[in-house]
């Protein structure tokens, strides 16, 4: 089985890097035997995989059955080909149903990163207002909505230092959570000059709404 770990980062589940990459003939072999039933379920991840590192997107629709699958592992995987591999636009609203909705925190925490990847540099509204709500939500693992605010700052300008400093440095970048600045995301704000620090008082606004 492989180990599962809850972390902040983009977490990758282990099993791709126990095989090495399929030939295209044996990955064309897997797919019709996926679309037949007939992959041996210890198959399937390091084939979805391998899809969208081989970039085959006529498997699209292959995929997207992954993504109500009651494997938690099969539903990352999904999800990251989609969003991360293709970048499919489309699949926005799967990556923002994941972070809202999975039972699952390494796949809450993918939909909130592959957001990022999806509207980076966007400065794009509905994902900051996604975005926001997490970070506000006390009922949340603070690793998850972490995860949400270091994503905000992505979709508004992705400076890659701040993001490894807040990934390697997590305790504190809680502590110097902009609160101001998540405010302004959730309610569609002018938003103010960057700050590099800033512990501000957390308020959370009784009106917000996912």
């Not at 603070?142 to 508004?156: D, E, G, P, Q, T």
Request: glycine share 4%.
């Amino acid at each position: 089985m492989r180990r599962r770990c809850h972390a902040i980062r983009h977490v990758v589940h282990g099993k791709e890097s126990l095989e090495d990459g399929l030939s295209r003939e044996e990955l064309y072999r897997r797919l019709d035997a996926l679309r037949h039933g007939a992959l041996p379920n210890a198959d399937i991840y390091h084939t979805i995989h391998e899809l969208g590192r081989q970039n085959l997107l006529e498997a699209q629709a292959d995929v997207e059955q992954l993504l109500t699958n009651d494997d938690p592992q099969l539903r990352y995987i999904a999800l990251e080909v989609l969003t991360m591999h293709w970048r499919l636009p489309e699949h926005w609203k799967t990556a923002r149903d994941f972070l809202y909705h999975d039972p699952d925190g390494n796949n809450r925490t993918l939909g909130a990163s592959t957001l990022g990847d999806l509207m980076r540099n966007t400065k794009d509204r509905d994902t900051l207002k996604t975005l926001a709500f997490v970070v506000h939500n006390d009922h949340e693992d603070r690793l998850i909505r972490l995860n949400a605010y270091m994503v905000i700052k992505k979709v508004l300008h992705d400076d890659r230092q701040e993001q490894w400093h807040m990934l390697t440095h997590q305790g504190r970048a809680w502590r110097e959570i902009d609160w101001t600045l998540v405010g302004h995301a959730a309610f569609d704000a002018a938003f103010p000059e960057p700050q590099s620090c800033l512990c501000g008082r957390r308020i959370i606004p009784a009106l917000f709404v996912a």
